[in-house]
């Protein structure tokens, strides 16, 4: 009878813990938290891998004894496989991600790529109806041609986000942008203005009718001024926090 070699049985407990970390994350769909959806043909690739050689792993656990004592180096792999299970995953906050850079004028310290899209009329009947799968597109036409769309009324739904240099009427119907992964995520949204937001918490979703207008924005870090695209908000309503708060371009 072969016996149980206790280092090749770690290694194989290992690779099954990993190999069901990430079906936990892609049947629950947490995966999204860290990823863009286009990446997802990686981690599906990766799930397969993990389950080939936990399979050729586990032919090795009874070839036999062995002589040599635990490694220590099992402990590298164990911690964050027990951190992950432990830790439940949740979006990156907004304060986190202001952080890295704000897209709030022309002098942002981010920038916004469109991948792939064709430029359209946005403007429907009047109204300007932002969503999250147009999210990005939108706000990457209104910046680029702001008296096109100066008088229209806009649709937007978001969270309150606010600089340090803002006015007390002053906020941007924010959302955060992942182009690749959590860590290149930053707030991007339109700068917006209006006495029913004063009373407004930071972070609060939600849905905002307005005018746009064009303004001119004083950025506090570059010190240069620049026009940006505004909403004069007529009327805002609070929602609840969407199950995915993250827009893609």
Not at 99 to 124: A, M, P, Q, W, Y
Not at 200 to 225: A, K
Request: with cysteine; net charge negative.
């Amino acid at each position: 009878m072969k016996r149980f070699n206790v280092n090749e049985g770690i290694w194989f407990a290992i690779l099954l813990g990993f190999t069901y970390y990430l079906y936990h994350l892609i049947s629950t769909d947490k995966i999204l938290v860290f990823i863009h959806p286009k990446m997802l043909k990686y981690i599906y690739f990766s799930f397969i891998v993990f389950m080939v050689l936990s399979g050729v792993q586990l032919k090795r656990v009874f070839r036999g004894a062995s002589r040599e004592s635990i490694k220590i180096g099992y402990i590298i792999f164990l911690v964050p496989l027990i951190l992950g299970f432990a830790v439940d995953p949740t979006e990156l906050s907004a304060s986190v991600a202001a952080k890295k850079g704000v897209t709030v004028s022309g002098n942002n310290k981010g920038s916004i790529t469109i991948e792939g899209t064709e430029r359209e009329d946005i403007l429907k009947d009047g109204v300007i109806t932002v969503s999250d799968e147009n999210f990005s597109y939108i706000l990457e036409e209104l910046y680029k041609d702001m008296e096109r769309y100066k008088g229209s009324k806009v649709i937007i739904t978001g969270f309150i986000f606010r600089e340090p240099d803002f006015k007390e009427d002053e906020f941007v119907i924010a959302r955060l942008l992942m182009n690749c992964c959590a860590a290149d995520s930053q707030v991007v949204g339109l700068f917006s203005r209006g006495e029913v937001g004063k009373n407004m918490d930071e972070n609060q979703w939600v849905r905002v009718t307005g005018t746009l207008d064009v303004t001119v924005y004083h950025d506090p870090v570059s010190g240069m001024d620049s026009e940006m695209p505004i909403i004069h908000v007529e009327e805002m309503e609070e929602i609840e926090k969407p199950v995915n708060q993250y827009v893609y371009p």
